[in-house]
């Protein structure tokens, strides 16, 4: 007992020497939002936590800049990252690591035989391990995670314990529960994690983060633009919306289709038809609507445009016939 209580404590000193030798450069916030547009409060959580050698999970819905949030940190902490798509199909021997079978079959189990896999490589490199949408992967694969966050280490049959260099640390970004194919994380892993919500930003933030994507296009359009895509996830008939990374895609998509029909990007139906393509399989109807999706987005776009006709009348844009055949 004496002996754990020794281990304990002097795993305890140690994290407060990593604290108090960790000095964040004085531009650091600077640095992060050259690439990270507002976040502020969510960039000061991260960084307090990831300064005070705290595991961390991001929890918001897709789309609101998480994977670019902790690059952007990581880039300026001139830390290592090393990034895990979680999954259904991620196993504790695909995160941990295996052993070659060939060179196990000619030289046993040494050491030199195993090939690391994302955990143990961000363990001996003392990298950040970034797992992204942590509520997708099994549960067996979770329990060796909770393991290697209680005790920093981790024990491998036929190699041995491997040790976390000082500056590993686990942080996990995940969807709401209710989003396809996710599943509830155990209290186990909130008690060994420090939780940051991330929701979706000010329609501000999100006309700049646009605007930022696709420079050329006017800022009032992407104001719009944005507009419609917020509306998506307010409307009635849809139970999903857009990320903004729907409005990235319309105007994107509209530069380039204006340039192919010789017209401006804020002509109605070029603006349209970018947003049937970029929205379109983006949200999904509530159960029972006898609406298509595509009708749902002409109505919002008509509702946040309401531009004039070409004869000067108010009018409204509609889809292509062969665009309304989708109901799901």
């Known amino acids: 007992m004496m002996a754990m209580t020794t281990c304990a404590q002097e795993k305890i000193s140690a994290a407060f020497s990593s604290i108090a030798e960790m000095v964040l450069p004085k531009n650091i916030l600077s640095a992060i939002q050259e690439q990270v547009v507002g976040r502020r409060r969510e960039i000061e959580l991260t960084l307090a936590a990831l300064t005070a050698r705290r595991h961390i999970v991001l929890e918001g819905p897709p789309g609101t800049g998480k994977s670019t949030l902790l690059r952007a940190i990581a880039q300026a902490m001139k830390v290592g990252f090393v990034f895990v798509e979680g999954n259904a199909e991620l196993t504790p021997a695909r995160i941990a690591g295996t052993f070659d079978p060939a060179r196990v079959l000619n030289e046993g189990y040494v050491a030199d035989a195993f090939l690391d896999g994302p955990l143990v490589e961000a363990m001996r490199a003392g990298s950040l391990l970034y797992i992204e949408e942590i509520n997708r992967i099994p549960e067996e694969t979770l329990n060796v995670l909770i393991t290697v966050m209680s005790e920093g280490e981790i024990t491998i049959p036929r190699l041995g314990r491997i040790l976390a260099e000082p500056g590993f640390q686990m942080i996990a970004a995940m969807n709401p529960f209710d989003s396809v194919g996710t599943a509830r994380i155990s209290s186990a892993v909130y008690d060994r ?25 006017n800022k009032q359009w992407c ?12 409307h009635s008939d849809l139970r999903t919306g857009s990320s903004v990374r729907g409005a990235i895609d319309t105007a994107l998509v509209a530069q380039s289709l204006a340039e192919l029909r010789g017209q401006s990007t804020e002509t109605s139906q070029v603006g349209l038809d970018a947003a049937l393509t970029s929205l379109s399989g983006r949200v999904k109807l509530r159960e029972g609507v006898m609406r298509s999706v595509e009708d749902v987005i002409c109505e919002i776009w008509n509702t946040v445009f309401s531009t004039p006709s070409e004869n000067g009348d108010m009018g409204k844009v509609t889809a292509p016939t062969g665009a309304m055949n989708s109901h799901s």
């Open 193 to 217: 994690m420090c939780r940051i919500a991330v929701a979706y930003q000010s329609a501000e933030d999100e006309t700049n983060i646009v605007h930022r994507a696709s420079p050329i296009s």
């Open 223 to 234: 104001a719009q633009v944005v507009n419609v895509v917020r509306y998506t996830r307010e």
